[in-house]
């Protein structure tokens, strides 16, 4: 997994803007609630896994947001999909957004293990009829991945696709993480299951092995 951290700064929430290439999600000072970075994952460039079957923006695409306040981290994901599949038991064979951080101490972050402080989420959306579906990843690692208290709701977009807010508590990261601090590495990914497999998934920064190795 690589994780590209990036740099937070006031938005418009609608404006387009190209993803940052700084090194590190947060800034010198606590960020304030209306701080946010926009991401977005519109280039064939950022398809990782099945490039063959990704026929443009239309198919899979999507645009999103992390914004932090004093009480955590919350990530606003909106999901261009022509087909919305998300029967699948495994979240990452349905239709939906994976979330990945690295908010070990600043000497170790970026290192490849998955150990504490490093964690994979997977969200199926519910689309208000039923309750989203998350699960937690560690990759090769041992640890508890956990967040305790994170909150993920969705809701059909006019048109084709969805759009999912998920808020993870700082409170959440005591038990089997670190506390983010003013900086953090991140990393986003929206898989396109249109059947009973994924057929492609795109990544903002990282690469086709980003749940195995924090470092790619």
């Known amino acids: 997994m690589k994780m590209l951290s990036v740099l937070i700064f006031v938005l418009v929430f609608a404006s387009v803007m190209a993803a940052p290439s700084a090194k590190a999600l947060g800034q010198d000072t606590a960020p304030a609630a209306d701080t946010a970075c926009l991401i977005e994952l519109t280039q064939p460039g950022q ?12 198919d ?6 992390v914004t932090q306040s004093d009480e955590g981290i ?4 909106k999901v261009t999909d022509d087909k919305i599949w998300t029967k699948s038991e495994t979240t990452h064979r349905c239709d939906s957004v994976e979330l990945y951080f690295d908010v070990r101490p600043a000497k170790s972050r970026g290192g490849s293990d998955y150990e504490k402080g490093v ?12 309750p989203d579906r998350m699960s937690f990843h560690f990759g090769s690692g041992s640890h508890d991945p956990q967040v305790e208290g994170v909150k993920s709701s969705s809701k059909r977009l006019k048109g084709k696709g969805y759009q999912m807010e998920i808020f993870l508590p700082f409170a959440g990261f005591k038990r089997n993480h670190f506390i983010p601090t003013k900086t953090f590495n991140f990393d986003l990914g929206i898989n396109d299951a249109d059947t ?3 057929e492609s998934q795109l990544m903002w920064a990282g690469t086709d092995v980003n749940y195995k190795d924090a470092s790619k």
Do not use: D, H, M, R
Request: with cysteine; proline share 5%.
């Open 119 to 130: 964690f994979q989420l997977v969200i199926v959306p519910g689309l208000g009829k039923k």
């Open 196 to 198: 009973s497999e994924t």
């Open 60 to 65: 899979c695409s999507g645009q999103a947001t």
């Open 47 to 58: 398809v990782v896994i099945g490039p063959e079957k990704w026929n443009s923006a239309a």
């Open 74 to 77: 919350t990530v606003i994901v």
